[in-house]
């Protein structure tokens, strides 16, 4: 348990289907990121957050669609996925963006189908 | 971030000692050094920092040698669930707003035989 929470754990979506991913910490940090992790490849970063604001947008195609309401929650909103979306979709939070010792979810496992 | 070069992969067996070394040559004054571990479809964990000498935690021991361009994560009698990827990240965690995009490489996966 590391104090970040993602739902769901696993995702089956259709690729005309919207889905949203969740993710959430009550560790009194500042800076959220999303990671995309597929079979076998490093982690990619996809975004940053500080302080509710987008500090980093890693070239991610307009299908996947952040949203942090607040520095406790980020949001993935999928729409018009591909199969080779698919993948482990691993949030992270640390105190301010920069802070290397970040804390990890347990990622939603998606299946484009 | 600085770049970071580690071996890709290393085997080991069950009660031996364990030393991953993660090169880093243009490591600036102000990066720290930090070491995360990963099993298979869970997010990374993070494992200990240093920025210079000697950092020991219960699950590791980080050297750090006096120029800094490099540094051993060591891990004492490794068993098989030690078997992960294991990354090592070198920035400024003092950066303030805009800082450290927290990228990481591919790591190196340990192999922990019985």
């Known amino acids: 348990e590391t104090g970040v929470t993602q739902t769901p754990r696993h995702l089956v979506m259709g690729m005309t289907n919207k889905k949203s991913l969740k993710c959430e910490q009550h560790l009194g940090h500042n800076a959220m990121y999303w990671y995309k992790q597929s079979a076998k490849k490093p982690l990619e970063l996809m975004f940053v957050?500080?302080?509710?604001?987008?500090?980093e947008n890693n070239s991610v195609p307009s299908r996947f669609s952040p949203e942090c309401p607040n520095s406790s929650h980020l949001f993935l909103h999928l729409h018009t996925l591909q199969p080779e979306d698919s993948a482990l979709y691993l949030c992270?939070?640390?105190?301010?963006?920069?802070?290397?010792?970040?804390?990890f979810g347990q990622g939603t496992r998606l299946t484009v189908v | 971030l600085a770049k970071t070069t580690q071996p890709i992969s290393m085997d080991s067996y069950e009660g031996q000692e364990v030393n991953i070394t993660c090169s880093h040559n243009?490591?600036?004054?102000?990066?720290?050094i930090t070491w995360y571990q990963q099993f298979p479809s869970q997010g990374p964990r993070f494992i200990i920092q240093g920025y210079k000498t000697k950092v020991t935690n219960e699950v590791a021991s980080l050297f750090i040698p006096a120029d800094r361009k490099s540094s051993t994560l060591s891990l004492p009698r490794v068993s098989l669930s030690d078997t992960a990827v294991y990354y090592c990240l070198v920035g400024d965690i003092l950066v303030g707003e805009y800082g450290n995009k927290l990228v990481f490489g591919a790591g190196t996966i340990l192999r922990v035989k019985s």
């Open positions: 957050y500080n302080f509710k604001e987008q500090t």
């Open positions: 243009n490591i600036a004054t102000n990066d720290y």
């Open positions: 992270a939070s640390s105190q301010e963006s920069g802070d290397l010792g970040a804390f």
